[in-house]
């Protein structure tokens, strides 16, 4: 059947590559919820827990934090308010949009010392009030002087839309309490000055900080077993400890690791030699640094990338309930409770097995905490370092860079040659923050620099897309891809896109929309002058108003790629109707994947179900699967 190449252009909203602006990714715009939603999640989880559950913990529109504040007075309210009913009632209907949380971000990794469940909101504030105390002027401060005092002396606090809309909200809020005065003009414009003091708070104590922004560290260090792969411990080594540049020297982590081994330390789970996955081996809730530095790197590495995070309810609440001997039990058990449901709410977290406080829950996002976050007694901040020059280990351009909270590791600084120690980075250097890391390939003769994140699982390259690019760079005789309709689903950084434009594909890459910013970048990147096609980008959530934004008889494919596209996540029935959707009487879909949950095992065999399968190949733990429409066998026999 013929493909009308022209209308297999992508929707008009997207551009193609070549005319995107080529930019760095930008980190999430919703890092965490407005205090809307997390209202709304907090009425939801109410709700929730209200399901035949003795929920006198759980009042559907209070936030957690306030309601641990005011404690068990207060429980006897809110158990009133649940019984009329009104309440929660109301809340069932609430909507709840489900955002990113604030953990899940490289940046806000840095800015939330997670230790202390600090928040991004309690942040703002006391930016805020810190910015109208610092102007000396009696005529008050503007709006303007104000936000230009914050961008200066909080340059990492990146002042996107986001947080310029929770500064103005905050700024109306104080205004309101008085905490804040106007002291000319209406609205932001006009000038202020510090209000009075803001009453203490109840009990006369410390607001709490919030228990869903510590969860993910806890998981983290509570997850067992504690394992990650060599490709995921070089990518945090690197990122992390430059020192040991293991990106020139790979040799060194692979006798770390098989050292390693040996000595028990850790077990070697899959794979063989250095290329496998690694378990680190009594690695109890916190696992103890000792022996080498760069075994210390190692495990930090693991217990940092070992995915997925996951926890069961009770050892959280022993975790709890051991670190607050002060608080009385049945609180801390109620807010744990109350926060994994708001979690669940909010999309945060999944619950696993089991129901309300048994069973097991799982991080729904990525999680990667910098070694200082993670042992803080460890690895601790050394004062203010001036700016110097220095090369970083991602490229060769020359940066000036504000060591600002610079770590460092005297140990290993001891044992480095002081010829190499003059051209590297400091050991701790915040660099991965400030820019994601670069990787680059070579497929098709070409080399290939893709611009990774780690804030989101599209902003990395997984197992499953190299497979497939090796396999379609070492096949291109049994699947030419030259003038092809190529589309590809869940591209995330776009290297498998850019391999298919390559090999003379005329390609679109999608995925969902608000990743596509690195997709088009990389992608442009790439491609530019180097292909027959100009690959474009689109934005495809699986599932939805496909027939609406892709109707099928316009949109016509030869190729359908789909890398990694099945992980734990709620969309793995729209993932098979996208797939079907797509792959048509004429289309072969290539799907590349490796076996990592129950539920992908349940997704292959529906796979299988819904098309005329085969194995091309299997590279480790990955396999590449061949699917055809059984529509078209039907026409064909
Ligand atoms: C594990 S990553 C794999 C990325 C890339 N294919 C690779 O192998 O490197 C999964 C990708 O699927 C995308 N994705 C997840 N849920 C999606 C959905 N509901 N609709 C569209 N894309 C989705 C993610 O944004 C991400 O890019």
């Given at each position: 059947?013929?493909?009308?190449?022209?209308a297999?252009?992508?929707?008009?909203q997207?551009?193609?590559?070549?005319?995107?602006?080529?930019?760095?990714?930008?980190?999430?715009?919703?890092?965490?919820?407005?205090?809307?939603?997390?209202?709304?999640?907090?009425?939801?989880?109410?709700?929730?827990?209200?399901?035949?559950?003795?929920?006198?913990?759980?009042?559907?529109?209070?936030?957690?934090?306030?309601?641990?504040?005011e404690?068990?007075?207060?429980?006897?309210?809110d158990?009133?308010?649940?019984?009329?009913?009104?309440?929660?009632?109301?809340?069932?209907?609430?909507?709840?949009?489900?955002?990113?949380?604030?953990?899940?971000?490289?940046?806000?990794?840095?800015?939330?010392?997670?230790?202390?469940?600090?928040?991004?909101?309690?942040?703002?504030?006391s930016?805020?009030?810190?910015?109208?105390?610092?102007?000396?002027?009696?005529?008050?401060?503007?709006?303007?002087?104000?936000?230009?005092?914050?961008?200066?002396?909080?340059?990492?606090m990146?002042?996107?839309?986001?947080?310029?809309?929770?500064?103005?909200?905050a700024?109306?809020?104080?205004?309101?309490?008085?905490?804040?005065?106007?002291?000319?003009?209406?609205?932001?414009s006009?000038?202020?000055?510090?209000?009075?003091?803001p009453?203490?708070?109840k009990?006369?104590?410390?607001?709490?900080?919030?228990?869903?922004?510590a969860?993910?560290?806890?998981?983290?260090?509570?997850?067992?077993?504690?394992?990650?792969?060599?490709?995921?411990?070089?990518?945090?080594?690197?990122?992390?400890?430059?020192?040991?540049?293991?990106?020139?020297?790979?040799?060194?982590?692979?006798?770390?690791?098989?050292?390693?081994?040996?000595?028990?330390?850790?077990?070697?789970?899959?794979?063989?030699?250095?290329?496998?996955?690694?378990?680190?081996?009594?690695?109890?809730?916190?696992?103890?640094?000792?022996?080498?530095?760069?075994?210390?790197?190692?495990?930090?590495?693991?217990?940092?990338?070992?995915?997925?995070?996951?926890?069961?309810?009770?050892?959280?609440?022993?975790?709890?309930?051991?670190?607050?001997?002060?608080?009385?039990?049945?609180?801390?058990?109620?807010?744990?409770k109350?926060?994994?449901?708001?979690?669940?709410?909010?999309?945060?977290?999944?619950?696993?097995?089991?129901?309300?406080?048994?069973?097991?829950?799982?991080?729904?996002?990525?999680?990667?905490?910098?070694?200082?976050?993670?042992?803080?007694?460890?690895?601790?901040?050394?004062?203010?370092?001036?700016?110097?020059?220095?090369?970083?280990?991602?490229?060769?351009?020359?940066?000036?860079?504000?060591?600002?909270?610079?770590?460092?590791?005297?140990?290993?600084?001891?044992?480095?040659?002081?010829?190499?120690?003059?051209?590297?980075?400091?050991?701790?250097?915040?660099?991965?923050?400030?820019?994601?890391?670069?990787?680059?390939?070579?497929?098709?003769?070409?080399?290939?620099?893709?611009?990774?994140?780690?804030?989101?699982?599209?902003?990395?390259?997984?197992?499953?897309?190299?497979?497939?690019?090796?396999?379609?760079?070492?096949?291109?005789?049994?699947?030419?891809?030259?003038?092809?309709?190529?589309?590809?689903?869940?591209?995330?950084?776009?290297?498998?896109?850019?391999?298919?434009?390559?090999?003379?594909?005329?390609v679109?890459?999608?995925?969902?929309?608000?990743?596509?910013?690195?997709?088009?970048?990389?992608?442009?990147?790439?491609?530019?002058?180097?292909?027959?096609?100009?690959?474009q980008?689109?934005?495809?959530?699986?599932?939805?108003?496909?027939?609406?934004?892709?109707?099928?008889?316009?949109?016509?494919?030869?190729?359908?790629?789909?890398?990694?596209?099945?992980?734990?996540?709620?969309?793995?029935?729209?993932?098979?109707?996208?797939?079907?959707?797509?792959?048509?009487?004429?289309?072969?879909?290539?799907?590349?994947?490796?076996?990592?949950?129950?539920?992908?095992?349940?997704?292959?065999?529906?796979?299988?179900?819904?098309?005329?399968?085969?194995?091309?190949?299997?590279?480790?733990?990955?396999?590449?699967?061949?699917?055809?429409?059984?529509?078209?066998?039907?026409?064909?026999?």
């Amino acid at each position: 059947m013929p493909i009308r190449r022209a209308a297999a252009t992508p929707p008009a909203q997207e551009k193609a590559p070549s005319a995107a602006e080529e930019r760095e990714p930008e980190a999430s715009d919703e890092e965490s919820p407005s205090p809307d939603e997390e209202q709304a999640a907090s009425s939801a989880a109410g709700a929730e827990d209200g399901e035949g559950e003795n929920s006198g913990d759980a009042h559907p529109d209070k936030n957690e934090d306030d309601a641990e504040e005011e404690g068990a007075e207060d429980e006897k309210k809110d158990e009133k308010e649940l019984k009329d009913g009104y309440k929660y009632e109301k809340s069932k209907t609430k909507k709840v949009k489900r955002t990113i949380p604030a953990w899940a971000s490289v940046t806000a990794s840095k800015n939330i010392p997670v230790t202390n469940y600090a928040g991004t909101q309690c942040r703002v504030d006391s930016v805020l009030i810190e910015a109208i105390m610092s102007s000396k002027d009696k005529a008050g401060i503007s709006f303007q002087s104000l936000m230009k005092y914050i961008l200066k002396k909080y340059p990492n606090m990146e002042l996107d839309k986001k947080k310029k809309f929770l500064i103005k909200k905050a700024m109306k809020k104080h205004v309101e309490k008085g905490t804040v005065k106007q002291l000319k003009g209406k609205g932001l414009s006009g000038r202020f000055a510090i209000g009075k003091k803001p009453p203490p708070s109840k009990k006369g104590r410390q607001k709490q900080e919030s228990l869903g922004d510590a969860l993910p560290l806890i998981f983290t260090r509570l997850c067992e077993p504690k394992e990650a792969s060599y490709t995921l411990i070089k990518k945090y080594l690197k990122q992390h400890f430059p020192n040991f540049n293991i990106e020139n020297r790979p040799d060194v982590l692979k006798t770390a690791l098989g050292k390693a081994v040996e000595k028990g330390h850790l077990e070697q789970v899959t794979g063989k030699g250095a290329q496998g996955t690694f378990q680190l081996k009594h690695s109890g809730k916190d696992a103890q640094l000792k022996g080498s530095t760069l075994e210390d790197a190692i495990t930090v590495a693991i217990v940092a990338m070992n995915e997925p995070k996951t926890c069961s309810a009770t050892s959280l609440r022993k975790y709890l309930i051991d670190s607050n001997k002060d608080v009385k039990e049945h609180l801390v058990v109620a807010n744990l409770k109350r926060t994994l449901t708001k979690c669940k709410v909010l999309g945060w977290m999944k619950q696993l097995t089991g129901h309300g406080l048994s069973g097991t829950y799982g991080l729904s996002f990525p999680y990667y905490p910098s070694p200082k976050i993670l042992y803080p007694d460890n690895f601790k901040e050394l004062p203010k370092k001036p700016t110097r020059r220095r090369h970083t280990a991602d490229s060769s351009d020359e940066e000036e860079e504000e060591e600002d909270g610079v770590e460092e590791n005297k140990k290993t600084e001891k044992e480095e040659p002081a010829a190499e120690k003059q051209h590297k980075p400091s050991l701790w250097s915040p660099c991965f923050y400030s820019r994601a890391g670069k990787e680059v390939y070579s497929y098709v003769g070409e080399k290939i620099t893709i611009n990774e994140g780690l804030d989101s699982y599209a902003g990395m390259i997984w197992p499953a897309a190299l497979a497939l690019c090796h396999y379609l760079d070492t096949h291109q005789d049994r699947w030419s891809l030259v003038d092809k309709a190529v589309l590809e689903i869940g591209a995330g950084t776009g290297l498998l896109s850019i391999v298919a434009a390559l090999l003379g594909g005329w390609v679109t890459a999608t995925d969902l929309p608000e990743v596509l910013s690195n997709t088009r970048a990389n992608l442009s990147r790439n491609t530019r002058g180097r292909c027959r096609h100009t690959p474009q980008v689109a934005a495809l959530t699986w599932g939805q108003d496909l027939e609406h934004t892709y109707p099928s008889s316009v949109y016509r494919y030869d190729y359908v790629l789909a890398a990694d596209v099945v992980y734990h996540h709620d969309f793995l029935d729209e993932l098979l109707v996208t797939m079907k959707h797509f792959c048509r009487p004429g289309t072969t879909l290539l799907w590349a994947n490796k076996v990592r949950f129950g539920s992908d095992l349940v997704f292959t065999e529906n796979f299988h179900k819904a098309f005329n399968t085969s194995v091309l190949a299997e590279d480790g733990e990955v396999k590449i699967f061949m699917a055809t429409s059984r529509e078209g066998s039907k026409e064909t026999d």
